[in-house]
């Protein structure tokens, strides 16, 4: 049996397309491990789907000052030191990394035992952890044309994300039902990314009694920053996560306000759902939610309303303005040229992993 160690972890962003390639690769008959932080959002993700979860230590690469800058590097040297222990006693033919901070000691050491790498970048642009994993990789995966071209030929592919198909499945008449819902109104849902967002949250905690009068409201919140005290609000329910239930909040959803990482608009292009991103800011990032955004808002799939413009009139305004023009949304998502992601890497993870040796270890 095929062994492969899958990492990435920070945000679901970057464990969501590795869960969703776990039926296909179980359908090809590899033994699937992973490795992730001790207490991060992908360990439950992860233990949940039934994969073996191996905690390590880490450290955030930051590009701001903080003290932690100067004990990070320790926990990130720990961590590379733990994960070299784990590819020695698992033994993979392959490791596929979704990036996040965590991932770096994990491709490093498998670099190190010469193991092969497959790297998966959302964004248009690297972050910095993948920036440091690339010079390692045996393949890279894209999601955009424009990051394949600053790799030499051969070395990327565009892929696209793996969406998880039970997305696909979800019914508005069951989400109707676990939101509690009386009336059936056109609904707006919020996700301000698996960590919640204070802007985006207080921006639509503002505008709630407006946007009430005319539309149900279904918020996840992120964990820890619900708001009680807007609970009982006819027509409006909010949650810290939802995870079953999801395909079934985005079928009842008319339009979906979300942040713009690269995995989330990825799930609402391909479900066809008529958006507003709110990219977070450069202020607070390298600013690769606003490319991601943008390059949406020219291909007439999305509406884009910048964090420092974000005001209630604003917000109100965009979901007026996109709940009426829904059909274009769609009509403008329904010529996109969809990849087969899932098939393409795990083909890919197959091929890496059935060739010789000395190929395999070629970096």
Known sequence: MKKLVMTGGGTAGHVTPNIAMLPRLRGMGYEIYYIGTYDGIERKLIEDAGVPYYGISSGKLRRYFSMRNFSDPFRVIKGFRQAKKLMKELQPDVV????????????????????????HESDMTPGLANKIALPKATRVCCNFPETAENFPEGVATVTGTPIRQELFMGTPEKGME????KEKRP?????????????????????????????NV?????????????????GYVQFDYVKQELADLFALADVIISRAGANAICELLALRKPNILIPLSKAQSRGDQILNARSFEKSGYSKVIEEEDLTTDV?????????????????????????????????????????????????
């Not at 596929?96 to 991932?103: A, E, N, R, T, Y």
């Not at 676990?178 to 819902?181: P, R, S, V």
């Not at 619900?226 to 009982?232: L, M, P, V």
Request: with cysteine; glycine share 8%.
């Open 96 to 119: 596929f990394s979704k990036g996040g901070f965590v991932s770096v000691p994990v491709v490093l050491a498998a670099a190190k035992k010469k193991i092969p790498v497959i790297i």
């Open 178 to 181: 676990f939101c509690g819902f």
């Open 187 to 215: 609904t707006v849902l919020v996700i301000g990314g698996s960590t919640g967002s204070a802007a985006v949250n207080g921006a639509v905690w503002n505008a709630l009694d407006r946007l009430l009068t005319e539309y």
């Open 218 to 234: 279904i918020h996840i919140c992120g964990k820890d920053k619900t708001d009680e005290s807007k609970n009982g609000k006819p």
């Open 315 to 363: 917000l109100i305004d965009a979901v007026h303005e996109v709940f009426e023009k829904k059909d274009t949304y769609i009509e403008a998502m329904s010529h996109t040229k969809e990849k087969d992601a899932i098939t393409i890497i795990t083909e890919m993870i197959d091929e890496v992993s059935n060739e010789p040796p000395a190929k395999k270890r070629k970096q």
